[in-house]
Protein backbone atom coordinates (compact mmCIF):
# COMPACT_ATOMS: atom_id res chain seq x y z
CA UNK A 1 0.00 0.00 0.00
CA UNK A 2 1.53 3.42 -1.26
CA UNK A 3 1.31 6.13 1.75
CA UNK A 4 0.73 9.62 1.18
CA UNK A 5 2.22 12.31 3.22
CA UNK A 6 0.91 15.99 2.39
CA UNK A 7 3.29 18.12 4.30
CA UNK A 8 2.04 22.08 4.90
CA UNK A 9 5.29 24.43 5.42
CA UNK A 10 6.13 27.75 5.56
CA UNK A 11 8.98 29.11 8.49
CA UNK A 12 7.07 32.55 8.97
CA UNK A 13 4.20 32.04 11.61
CA UNK A 14 0.78 33.48 11.34
CA UNK A 15 0.34 33.05 7.14
CA UNK A 16 -2.12 30.20 7.38
CA UNK A 17 -0.80 26.74 6.69
CA UNK A 18 -3.12 25.25 9.88
CA UNK A 19 -5.81 27.01 8.14
CA UNK A 20 -5.15 25.23 4.89
CA UNK A 21 -3.95 22.01 6.76
CA UNK A 22 -7.72 22.29 7.99
CA UNK A 23 -9.24 22.80 4.21
CA UNK A 24 -7.11 19.62 3.13
CA UNK A 25 -8.15 17.61 6.24
CA UNK A 26 -11.89 18.25 5.81
CA UNK A 27 -11.58 17.38 2.06
CA UNK A 28 -10.32 13.88 3.19
CA UNK A 29 -12.33 12.74 5.87
CA UNK A 30 -9.98 9.40 5.75
CA UNK A 31 -7.03 11.34 6.33
CA UNK A 32 -4.82 11.27 9.59
CA UNK A 33 -4.03 14.41 10.86
CA UNK A 34 -0.42 15.19 12.52
CA UNK A 35 0.07 17.91 14.37
CA UNK A 36 4.19 18.59 14.72
CA UNK A 37 3.83 22.63 15.85
CA UNK A 38 5.32 23.15 19.08
CA UNK A 39 4.38 26.49 19.78
CA UNK A 40 1.07 26.62 19.23
CA UNK A 41 -2.04 24.57 19.25
CA UNK A 42 -3.96 25.96 15.90
CA UNK A 43 -4.85 22.36 13.98
CA UNK A 44 -5.88 20.68 17.38
CA UNK A 45 -8.16 23.02 17.98
CA UNK A 46 -9.17 23.53 14.82
CA UNK A 47 -10.13 19.51 14.20
CA UNK A 48 -10.44 18.46 17.49
CA UNK A 49 -12.85 16.27 16.35
CA UNK A 50 -10.65 14.48 14.45
CA UNK A 51 -8.06 13.94 17.53
CA UNK A 52 -4.88 15.19 15.39
CA UNK A 53 -1.82 12.87 16.72
CA UNK A 54 0.88 15.49 18.35
CA UNK A 55 4.30 14.97 17.26
CA UNK A 56 6.69 16.97 19.23
CA UNK A 57 10.91 18.02 17.51
CA UNK A 58 12.04 19.61 20.59
CA UNK A 59 14.96 18.17 21.97
CA UNK A 60 14.07 17.76 25.68
CA UNK A 61 17.61 18.48 26.90
CA UNK A 62 18.16 21.23 24.62
CA UNK A 63 15.19 22.41 23.64
CA UNK A 64 15.47 22.79 20.49
CA UNK A 65 14.34 21.47 17.42
CA UNK A 66 15.65 17.95 16.36
CA UNK A 67 15.81 17.46 12.92
CA UNK A 68 16.29 13.55 12.93
CA UNK A 69 12.86 13.80 14.29
CA UNK A 70 11.88 13.71 10.63
CA UNK A 71 13.11 10.30 10.35
CA UNK A 72 11.15 9.39 13.27
CA UNK A 73 8.01 11.20 12.17
CA UNK A 74 8.18 8.99 8.42
CA UNK A 75 9.77 5.94 10.45
CA UNK A 76 5.84 6.16 12.42
CA UNK A 77 3.83 6.62 8.88
CA UNK A 78 5.34 3.51 7.65
CA UNK A 79 3.77 1.45 10.57
CA UNK A 80 0.53 2.75 10.59
CA UNK A 81 -2.68 1.57 8.60
CA UNK A 82 -3.50 4.16 6.36
CA UNK A 83 -3.12 5.72 3.47
CA UNK A 84 -2.95 9.80 3.82
CA UNK A 85 -1.17 12.01 5.80
CA UNK A 86 -1.68 15.44 6.54
CA UNK A 87 0.88 17.18 8.89
CA UNK A 88 0.95 20.79 9.73
CA UNK A 89 4.60 21.91 10.48
CA UNK A 90 4.94 24.62 12.78
CA UNK A 91 6.92 27.58 11.81
CA UNK A 92 10.24 26.40 13.86
CA UNK A 93 9.91 23.00 12.21
CA UNK A 94 9.78 24.25 9.30
CA UNK A 95 12.69 26.61 9.19
CA UNK A 96 14.34 23.37 9.73
CA UNK A 97 13.13 21.20 6.85
CA UNK A 98 15.26 22.70 4.04
CA UNK A 99 18.20 21.79 6.51
CA UNK A 100 16.96 18.40 7.08
CA UNK A 101 17.09 17.94 3.38
CA UNK A 102 20.55 19.68 3.41
CA UNK A 103 22.08 17.57 6.40
CA UNK A 104 20.69 14.46 5.08
CA UNK A 105 20.83 14.33 1.33
CA UNK A 106 17.68 14.59 -0.60
CA UNK A 107 18.50 11.65 -2.64
CA UNK A 108 18.64 9.93 0.41
CA UNK A 109 15.95 10.76 1.87
CA UNK A 110 13.73 9.89 -1.56
CA UNK A 111 15.34 6.37 -1.45
CA UNK A 112 14.54 5.68 1.97
CA UNK A 113 10.40 6.90 1.50
CA UNK A 114 10.63 4.89 -2.19
CA UNK A 115 11.42 1.82 -0.03
CA UNK A 116 9.27 2.69 2.53
CA UNK A 117 6.39 3.39 0.32
CA UNK A 118 5.79 6.62 0.98
CA UNK A 119 5.04 9.69 -1.30
CA UNK A 120 6.07 12.72 0.17
CA UNK A 121 4.08 16.35 -1.23
CA UNK A 122 5.39 19.37 0.04
CA UNK A 123 3.08 22.41 0.09
CA UNK A 124 4.39 25.64 0.78
CA UNK A 125 1.95 28.23 1.91
CA UNK A 126 3.35 32.02 0.55
CA UNK A 127 1.21 35.50 0.78
CA UNK A 128 1.15 38.77 -0.52
CA UNK A 129 1.76 42.27 1.34
CA UNK A 130 4.59 42.18 3.81
CA UNK A 131 4.71 38.34 4.46
CA UNK A 132 5.74 38.02 0.47
CA UNK A 133 9.72 38.71 1.03
CA UNK A 134 10.21 35.99 3.83
CA UNK A 135 7.87 33.67 2.39
CA UNK A 136 9.26 33.75 -0.38
CA UNK A 137 12.73 33.74 0.34
CA UNK A 138 11.86 30.52 2.57
CA UNK A 139 10.57 29.23 -0.49
CA UNK A 140 13.69 29.87 -2.41
CA UNK A 141 15.75 27.66 0.24
CA UNK A 142 13.56 25.07 -0.04
CA UNK A 143 13.16 24.69 -3.53
CA UNK A 144 17.15 24.71 -3.54
CA UNK A 145 16.97 22.07 -0.84
CA UNK A 146 15.25 19.42 -2.19
CA UNK A 147 17.04 19.22 -5.65
CA UNK A 148 14.62 18.46 -7.52
CA UNK A 149 13.80 14.88 -5.55
CA UNK A 150 10.35 15.70 -4.25
CA UNK A 151 6.95 17.49 -5.64
CA UNK A 152 6.64 21.09 -4.28
CA UNK A 153 3.49 22.47 -4.26
CA UNK A 154 2.83 26.88 -3.73
CA UNK A 155 -0.28 27.84 -1.86
CA UNK A 156 -0.95 31.39 -2.61
CA UNK A 157 -2.84 32.65 0.44
CA UNK A 158 -5.40 34.43 -1.00
CA UNK A 159 -6.30 36.85 2.40
CA UNK A 160 -2.99 38.31 2.39
CA UNK A 161 -3.65 39.60 -1.43
CA UNK A 162 0.15 40.06 -3.65
CA UNK A 163 0.71 43.42 -5.44
CA UNK A 164 0.77 43.76 -8.83
CA UNK A 165 4.71 43.09 -8.50
CA UNK A 166 4.33 40.73 -6.33
CA UNK A 167 2.69 38.82 -8.05
CA UNK A 168 4.53 38.81 -11.21
CA UNK A 169 7.46 38.33 -9.30
CA UNK A 170 5.87 35.24 -8.00
CA UNK A 171 4.31 33.90 -11.21
CA UNK A 172 7.60 34.40 -13.13
CA UNK A 173 9.60 32.55 -10.19
CA UNK A 174 6.82 29.30 -10.58
CA UNK A 175 7.32 29.31 -14.30
CA UNK A 176 11.16 29.68 -14.08
CA UNK A 177 10.91 26.63 -11.36
CA UNK A 178 8.44 24.34 -13.09
CA UNK A 179 6.44 24.33 -9.95
CA UNK A 180 2.83 24.07 -9.54
CA UNK A 181 0.75 26.62 -7.07
CA UNK A 182 -3.24 27.19 -6.70
CA UNK A 183 -4.57 29.73 -4.77
CA UNK A 184 -6.82 29.24 -1.50
CA UNK A 185 -9.43 31.11 1.02
CA UNK A 186 -10.93 29.60 3.99
CA UNK A 187 -14.50 31.59 2.30
CA UNK A 188 -14.87 33.57 -0.38
CA UNK A 189 -17.47 35.55 0.58
CA UNK A 190 -15.84 38.54 2.95
CA UNK A 191 -19.51 39.39 4.18
CA UNK A 192 -20.07 39.89 8.23
CA UNK A 193 -22.19 36.72 8.86
CA UNK A 194 -19.60 34.57 6.23
CA UNK A 195 -16.47 35.84 7.95
CA UNK A 196 -18.22 35.55 12.04
CA UNK A 197 -19.14 31.83 10.61
CA UNK A 198 -15.72 30.80 9.99
CA UNK A 199 -14.21 32.17 12.88
CA UNK A 200 -16.75 30.07 14.43
CA UNK A 201 -16.12 26.72 12.38
CA UNK A 202 -12.34 27.17 13.42
CA UNK A 203 -12.89 27.92 16.93
CA UNK A 204 -15.71 25.09 17.56
CA UNK A 205 -13.30 22.18 16.87
CA UNK A 206 -15.76 20.50 14.82
CA UNK A 207 -15.23 21.04 11.25
CA UNK A 208 -17.62 21.16 8.19
CA UNK A 209 -20.11 18.10 8.49
CA UNK A 210 -21.93 19.72 11.38
CA UNK A 211 -23.00 22.80 9.60
CA UNK A 212 -26.19 23.25 8.28
CA UNK A 213 -26.48 23.47 4.47
CA UNK A 214 -27.18 26.52 4.61
CA UNK A 215 -23.50 27.64 6.20
CA UNK A 216 -22.06 24.65 4.65
CA UNK A 217 -22.07 26.72 1.36
CA UNK A 218 -19.74 29.28 2.42
CA UNK A 219 -17.04 27.01 2.74
CA UNK A 220 -17.90 23.59 0.38
CA UNK A 221 -16.61 25.46 -2.92
CA UNK A 222 -13.36 27.02 -1.54
CA UNK A 223 -12.41 23.09 0.16
CA UNK A 224 -13.17 21.69 -3.08
CA UNK A 225 -11.02 23.54 -4.92
CA UNK A 226 -7.92 22.33 -3.30
CA UNK A 227 -6.26 20.73 -6.17
CA UNK A 228 -4.17 17.75 -3.96
Known sequence: MTKKI????Q????IGKSVLTFMIAEKHQDSLVIDS?????????????????KVSFLDRETKRIDRSAFNSLFESVAAVNRRLFIVDNGASVAEQLPK?????NPNNVKE????????????????????????MEYLVELVGSVDGQFKIVIARNNHFPMSAEQLSTFEKYCSN???????????????????????????????????SPFKAVYFKGCVDSIPL
Do not use: W
Not at 6 to 9: A, D, L, P, R
Not at 11 to 14: E, H, Q, R, V
Not at 37 to 53: E, G, Q
Not at 180 to 205: H, P
Open 100 to 104: YFAAS
Open 37 to 53: DDATTSISKHLAYRAPI
Open 112 to 135: MLDMSGIELIIVCVVAGGNNFKAT
Open 177 to 211: SGLEYFSYDLVNDKGELAMRTAENVLQNGKGLSGL
Open 11 to 14: AKGG
Open 6 to 9: ISIT
